[in-house]
């Protein structure tokens, strides 16, 4: 092994030195999402700011695009990082899996400057085969879904081959139909209709499925591997608790569906599906709290990574308040008939895709860059006492519970004035857009935004520099049984 | 402390997981074949697009406890009675240029979409527009170029998106007929332009 | 189908639905740690935590108008059910599968060397 402190590729497996490229691009795009979300926040206090330059349908659409790209950056480059220490064999296609993370990264780059020079394009399919697609989070033109598409089946054709000629685990099993149905759901979304509610009806499908029922399975794998890593927990138990979370979140998850299906022109028995799933969503969150107090309860282990660990624990209140508590609070159709479509949305949507995802991929970075380093020391005493990632980890979620706040505040009068009272006519919406409460909160998401862009560059500053010339090193944990 | 009990084996929840994703995936595949019937152009929840022939209302249905979308009398779009393929192909040409002008990344659609400008939904029937008379005119000159119209008392306004006259048209074409889906009461209480005769 | 919420019952809405969430939390919290550390004395604190639930799940009902049809009243009985058995439920599944767990490989919960830190 070579010297512990300086970041030596020799260090990493194939897999790992192709995660290490996907995290880099991941935090870049994590980059410009904050950025695009501060011009777009501003954009609501300074409405000329930008205007007819970068107008707020560009800022935004880049920043949710930003999102959903570098998450699924992180995704990807989490599963190679567990790749070959799970299936213990090298990755089958690792130079296909370089070319394809080379062609992805030069799509997606192609896509923003289209996003950014172009924006928009006559009323044309052609402009949906090649600027924009114009349906929010997967505005991507044509050419690069069928880009993502080749890229997901490339990763998968790499994951299914590698743990076949290798040790298929249990983690192995659920990793795999997972990206099947991260590939497949991912076509739903890729056709053209006149017909709105059809396209809504399609369009939830790649959002919900994705983010709620791929995605989580998603974290849950990288959870189970990350536990056995980090803390050392028996395989069969890590496995066994898999399958329970699949059990858990598909059955709630999948027809949880029917929350999106109220208002689309759906017919009216989407109000008791919807309803009722709502009702069991938190249950596999009770299930982790559990679970959580019993693994605590049953060992004493000190964990070898200190950033990590705390990462995953604002994984697990993040994904608490912003899924469990920001969720039901407008999920009931009753209620849901004035909070759908307003500044309730964006306050839901920014605490769970943070809590839910953010926070564990971040978690993922601090594992890399430790083994990036040579397997350096990262518990307590580090140099400065650790101030940059306790700092940057405070100023984020800081920075993102303000933002929450604020825009629920904001949504609260919205959902008042515009839905309730005024009944969303344009007076209406602007009679709530205008109202003080509304514009302060507008104010303090900015501020708080501003402290979460303050914790992301510190963090950025924190993986560069954390372990640099640390000594101390740690093999890690072997959970095998 | 019990041991290897069936319903804490790893292989029970292995088949639980399996069973449970595979079941609901079942449902969900038969509700959609139902509801995509349902949502289908020209029925009763969504109506063909020649419906842009008729007047649209959005009336308080008694028995649903909330609006619902009531079409009227005869009252062609720009004075013009379309055949269904017509109508459809200007309603094509509408959505089409919703999407290439990426409306929904200020707008909402069906309540769907980004919170920085107005709910699209309904906007064909909103008092914003006057009268029916001139709203028609109104709509099409406003979307060509809303940068010099009066938007609100807080300067926020719709950038020019270079949209041609016959987008324009077709916009509005898709509004009218979007603001003819029942939504289930979604927006509530929504105030409608006066269009008696 | 359903009877949209009055604009006078949205805090009480939004309020109550956050505590069904927080307070089902708690109880979950409160009954893991009471079994986990053998104190007993936290138990009664769990069933207050639940009993919080029941009283915020019946406000949330009142408010959103479930209480008035006969499926939406039939959802609301399996929520408070489901709730109070869940953490059952879950604790049971915890002492089992921990259980298959170690039979295999007879050592007990200890602590990895790899995770004490090599001076």
Redesign the interface.
Known sequence: MATPGICDSANLNGGQKLAVKYFTVAITLFGAQVLFGLL?GL??LM??FL??VL????N??VHINALVVWMLYGFLGSVYWLLEEESQHEVVGLKLGNLIFWVLTSAVTVVVLVYLLV???????S??WL??????YI?APRWADIGIVVSVLVVFYNVAATFSKGRYT?IA??LVLDMLALFGIYLAGMF?T?????D??W?WWVIHLWVEATWEVMVACIMAYGLMKVLGVRR?IV??WL??E??LM??SG??G?GHH????????Y??S?GGFFSALEPIPLVAMVVHAVFDAGARHAKNSNHPTMAWLIAHAFGNFFGAGVWGFMHTLPQIN??T????W??SHGHLAFFGAYATIIIAMFYLAVQKWRGDVWMSGELPGNGWKWKWSLGLLNLGMVGMTVSMLVSGYVQSQIE?????????G??AA??HPWFTQGMWWRELFGVMFAVGFVLLVWDLVTIGRGEKRTLVPATSET | ?????W????SF??K??IW??GG??V??ML??M???S????GTT??PA?SVINHRIEYKFDEQ???QVPVIGVKEPLFGKELSEEEA?AL????????????????H????????????L???WL???WGTSEIREVQMVEFIKDP?DKL???????M??????DE?AR?VVAFLKW?SS???????????SIEQEN | ?I??AGLADFFTIFFSSAMVILLGALYALLFAYARIRSMPVLMPLAYLAYAGLSISTLFLAQAANLLSHPLWATVVACMLLGYLLAPHGIW??C???H??GT?KDAVTEVIPESMTKEA
């Open positions: 777009a954009q609501y409405p000329d205007y007819g107008d707020f349908s560009v935004r659409m924006q928009v394009g006559p009323g044309k399919e402009t949906i600027i924009n697609e114009g349906r929010e505005e249990g099993g659920v053209y006149t017909n709105i509610s059809i809504q009806y369009w069969k496995e066994t399958y329970i699949v059990a598909f059955g999948i027809l569906l299906y109220f208002w689309i022109g759906t017919p009216e989407w109000f599906i008939l004035y759908h479509g307003t500044q949305s964006a839905r309730a009272i005024e009944g969303s006519s344009w007076i919406y602007f857009q205008a | 402390m019990a041991t290897n009990q319903w804490a084996s790893e929840w292995r639980t997981a449970v994703t609901s995936f449902v969900l509700l959609t139902d509801t995509l349902q949502i289908s152009t929840r969504v697009y649903r406890r909330v459809e309603v094509k040409l509408g959505k089409l240029t919703t999407q290439a002008k990426n409306c929904m990344n200020c909402t659609l069906l309540g769907n979409g980004a919170y920085y400008a107005p709910d939904t309904k906007s909103d008092q914003y940068s938007h609100n008392s807080m300067g926020r306004r950038p020019k998106l270079g949209i041609t987008e077709g979007m889906i029942d939504t289930n009461g979604f927006p509530y209480n929504f105030k | 189908m009877e949209p049971h599944l002492v089992g599968t259980a298959a039979e």
